[in-house]
């Protein structure tokens, strides 16, 4: 050791690089170059990036991807075939699937695994980006490994090291710090206390603690909720037919009246809908109705009573006629050509319902189907009630539900039972990490460089503000301390001046506690750097 070091700082000096220029330049442009192109590669859009990266939910793209799966999108230029995330408004997430058409800059989408069309159409400024590649079941290991138990153990471990190579000189700033004499006083004290290495490995265990809480607050998901929108399809079959009043009473047969073919030509059948839902609709569609004859054979044909008719809005009705002279007829050639005689056939009312639109603001689309069955024979049309039907067929319902918007609610990280919001909790635990590592760091060093110092430097620094410089030794006999290290704990133990004599031979140092004067000697005739755990005993036996 060198010249003397300045009471005011804590010096540390730069290791020497044995590397030479010339590789010292090639390895700064291969470093140069590699960060710059993983930075061009998977940059993330919020650092100025085009690479984003997504957890694949569902079933939508089966067999392809699967739920679990980490894949990677890109900003490109896309083409039909591509696979490609987008932002769905109707949904309220970003899905992945397959571009399927592009039409007046509008882009039509398809999962692989779906057999209809996405109802949103986005256009160019939704598109996240194309699929690069894939990472099977990444999503499961990232969800792992982002867990705070593996982060936490991780971020230890780092910080136990870098720590670790602070200490024994692995790692060197190259300037000094510099700081207050009495902090430096202070900070120096700390070190050399007996329990500053198990502060420091407990300011350690708190920055890794604190560390992996904070990075399960920052990567906590935000809740996406979505209530639950219900509706229902109603129906209402009814049918009528007009006679003489001698066998109907008011001259009209009516819905689960039987018709009787001898004095009724034409039945009339009414099939009328309602869709209800207490959220806000937006509904359209197209309404039909078809009548099915059919034996117990299987013989069966269909025939068109209403085509297809639009409607917008949530009520629509259709009607038509069944004239039962002609079916009569029908069925008479049927019977005649095949030689076999029924005494019963089934009429089978079959309306559709095809709905589109939005409830709640979110894409809706179905079918309603319900059916009615009626029985024919050479004599009425009748309806016979079903006793072990689910429901009323001539009243059908059908009810469902959509997920309804989604409501997305700060994310939060569950500590003790209680919801704790992540964001406040994650900055709370960075300060605290970080003031704990600092913490500890200092008290490393300052142990070292307490170490580092020799003796009399020492305790001019640790005891500056109690030391009282002597002329001479008094007379007065003393018990002799054989170690820096246990003066300096009967020393920090209390708040008495500490006398000190310094000689051509070496330095004493006095105390008084009570009757009793303790005292130490150190011998500044050898060039040995004496540090707090040497004993002094050969050095105080002539003394």
Do not use: C
């Not at 997504?54 to 075939?81: C, K, Q, W």
């Not at 049927?334 to 979110?362: F, H, K, N």
């Not at 707090?532 to 002539?542: H, I, N, Q, R, S």
């Amino acid at each position: 050791m060198g010249g003397a070091r300045s009471p005011h700082a804590l010096t540390f000096l730069p290791r020497s690089d044995v590397r030479s220029p010339l590789r010292r330049i090639i390895g700064s442009i291969a470093t140069t170059a590699i960060v710059a192109g993983m930075w061009l590669m998977l940059a993330p859009p919020q650092l100025g990036g085009k690479m984003q990266m997504l957890a694949i939910n569902g079933i939508s793209m089966e067999p392809n991807l699967h739920a679990g799966d980490l894949t990677f999108v890109r900003r490109s230029s896309y083409e039909v075939g591509d696979v490609v995330a987008y932002r769905s408004e109707l949904v309220g997430t970003i899905l992945l699937h397959r571009i399927i058409a592009i039409e007046d800059g509008r882009y039509s989408f398809q999962g692989d695994n779906n057999d209809f069309v996405d109802p949103d159409h986005p256009t160019i400024d939704a598109i996240v980006g194309e699929q690069v590649f894939r990472i099977p079941n990444g999503a499961h290991i990232l969800r792992v490994a982002s867990s705070p138990p593996v982060i936490a153990g991780v971020v230890g471990l780092l910080l136990f090291v870098f720590l670790m190579r602070r200490d024994r000189g692995g790692v060197e700033p190259k300037r000094s710090i510099t700081m207050p004499a009495s902090l430096r006083t202070r900070v120096l004290a700390a070190g050399s206390a007996p329990a500053a290495p198990v502060a420091a490995v407990v300011l350690v265990a708190i920055a890794f603690v604190a560390t992996g809480i904070g990075v399960a607050a920052a990567t906590a998901p935000s809740t996406t909720r979505a209530a639950s929108t219900g509706y229902s399809h109603h129906g209402t079959f009814s049918y009528d037919a007009t006679g003489p009043r001698s066998v109907y009473p008011d001259g009209v047969a009516r819905t689960g009246d039987s018709i009787f073919l001898n004095v009724s030509d034409v039945a009339r059948v009414r099939f009328a809908y309602a869709f209800t839902s207490g959220a806000e609709t937006a509904i359209r569609g197209r309404i039909a109705l078809r009548m099915a004859v059919s034996d117990a054979a299987g013989w069966s044909r269909t025939f068109v009573l209403q085509r297809e008719t639009p409607f917008d809005g949530n009520v629509a009705s259709v009607v038509g006629k069944v004239r039962l002279a002609d079916l009569g007829r029908m069925l008479a050639r049927l019977q005649q050509q095949t030689g076999v005689v029924r005494s019963v056939y089934r009429i089978t009312l079959q309306p559709a319902v095809e709905l589109t639109g939005t409830i709640d603001g979110v894409a809706y689309k179905e079918a309603f189907t319900p059916t009615l069955p009626l029985e024919y024979d050479s004599l009425t049309l009748r309806y016979v009630p079903q006793v072990d039907a689910a429901q009323d067929l001539l009243a059908p319902t059908l009810e469902g539900s959509v997920a309804g918007r989604s409501f997305v609610t700060a994310p939060t990280l569950q500590i003790a039972g209680r919801a704790v919001p992540a964001r406040p909790l994650g900055i709370a635990m960075a300060v605290l990490a970080l003031a704990a590592a600092a913490a500890a760091w200092i008290l490393l060093r300052a142990a070292k460089s307490a170490s580092e110092l020799d003796v009399p430097t020492r305790m001019r620094t640790l005891f500056a503000d109690r030391l009282v410089e002597l002329q001479r030794l008094p007379e007065e006999s003393s018990v002799v301390i054989a170690s820096a290290s246990g003066f300096e704990r009967l020393a920090s133990a209390g708040e008495e001046p500490i006398l000190e004599h310094a000689d051509r031979y070496g330095v004493s140092w006095l105390l008084r506690e009570g009757e009793t004067l303790y005292s130490f000697r150190v011998d500044t005739r050898s060039d040995i750097v004496l540090t707090p755990d040497v004993e002094f005993t050969k050095f105080l036996a002539g003394h």
